[in-house]
């Protein structure tokens, strides 16, 4: 039995369509995905014919789960067993997944990510620094990686950081996933379509992609539904502003209500040395440009891949399953600001040094 390619692309008139194919591994990449998309996108950029490229994936629970971390995690273990460190391929996955979003930042064409359904991690990377970033009512957006022992990359130290206030921040702590509502306030979704519209856009945007703005238009609404962040913006802004993980903690703990209390609990139980990380990288990350955001981006994935916190993280949530991770350090006051300074260190000439980049539209962009 032939099995189905990962990733599908097809050419209809003048649009470029890409298809993620693992529906029952919700979408996640791969890395021969990854090399293949990163592929089609300089064909696609050289080709006067293209007009705008579509992304889309298949079936209807996730457009895409991330990068497939579990088989990134294994390459890695097997490596250190064999005393290479992290190993080639990991080196090699992060630096071509990096270069893919960076290409995606500058893709000079409309970029139409049509989301419906899960989209987190790696789904981050290749939807959210294109042009346009169709969502439904089913979008589950997240940035799980602080909950794995990492931080939250492809590009989310340029993205996180402008978000309204400190949203940015908090969700790069906590993990936390957010619905469509708040997918929109974040400023991830570029327009708002219902699912049972989402089909004959696709179609439209194909048949005439010069229309794309008054085609947007036509099926764009307002998502319905209740925020889970604009009641505690404030709260966020004023707790999340501090520099140091230490600090925001200690905000939680003087307030005593729920929302603050779930908070506590939720930062408590991810890797201490992925706070400290990611919150370095966000503050970095909101005065640098894109390319200089992969290229910090890579050094700190290096850096989490010699660690024992990424692989716990994986082990307990995708391995064992059995959600106790054993951090080490165990907590966040054990976590040397000087190891923090060593992950942020340059690579010397292995470092991801990317052009500078010249925006597809600045309208899109904040």
């Given amino acids: 039995m032939t099995q189905e390619p990962e990733i599908l692309f097809t050419i ?33 950029t050289k080709d006067p014919a293209i007009k705008a490229v579509i992304l889309t994936g298949a079936g209807s629970r996730a457009f895409c789960a991330g990068g497939d971390v579990k088989t990134v995690a294994m390459h890695g273990m097997a ?27 500058t893709f000079p064409k409309p ?7 899960i989209v987190m991690g790696g789904g981050m990377g290749i939807s959210a620094h294109g042009s346009h970033r169709v969502i439904t009512e089913n979008a589950l957006f997240a940035m799980p990686e602080t909950s794995i022992g990492f931080f939250p990359d492809v590009g989310g130290g340029y993205f996180l ?9 908090y969700l790069a702590l906590t993990s936390n996933h957010i619905k469509a509502f708040d997918t929109m306030h974040i ?6 379509v ?9 179609e439209e945007i194909i048949r005439s992609p010069h229309d794309l703005d008054a085609l947007l238009k036509k099926y764009s609404t307002a998502p319905s539904g209740e925020s889970d962040i604009i009641p505690y913006h404030k709260k ?16 939680l703990e003087k307030d005593s209500s729920a929302w603050a209390i779930e908070t506590l609990k939720t930062m408590n139980a991810v890797s201490p040395t992925s706070l400290k990380i990611a919150l370095k990288q966000i503050r970095l990350g909101a005065k640098m440009s894109f390319s200089e955001v992969m290229t910090m981006e890579y050094r700190l ?36 600001d000087a190891d923090i300074e060593d992950c942020f260190q340059s690579l010397g000439s292995q470092d991801l040094v990317l052009s500078q980049e010249v925006l597809y539209n600045t309208r899109q962009r904040k």
Avoid at 16 to 22: A, D, W
């Fill in 236 to 251: 966020i802004n004023r707790y999340f502003s501090h520099n140091h993980i230490e600090d925001i903690l200690r905000d």
């Fill in 301 to 336: 994935s290096q850096a989490c891949l010699a660690r024992h916190d990424f692989y716990e993280g994986i082990r307990a949530a995708l391995i064992d399953k059995d959600r106790k991770p054993k951090w080490q350090p165990l907590t966040v006051d054990a976590v040397s």
């Fill in 111 to 117: 970029y139409i990510s049509l989301i419906n359904g």
């Fill in 79 to 105: 490596a250190m067993k064999k005393g290479e460190g992290g190993g080639a391929v990991l080196r090699d996955f992060f630096r071509e997944e990096y270069t893919l979003n960076h290409r995606i930042f």
């Fill in 161 to 169: 950081p402008r978000c309204p206030g400190q949203i940015g921040t």
């Fill in 12 to 44: 209809t008139g003048a649009v470029g369509v890409v298809t993620l194919n693992r529906p029952q591994a919700l979408n996640a990449l791969t890395f021969d995905m990854v090399r293949q998309l990163d592929q089609m996108l300089i064909t696609w």
């Fill in 187 to 192: 400023g991830f979704a570029t327009h708002f």
């Fill in 194 to 202: 219902p699912a049972v519209h989402l089909a004959r856009l696709n």
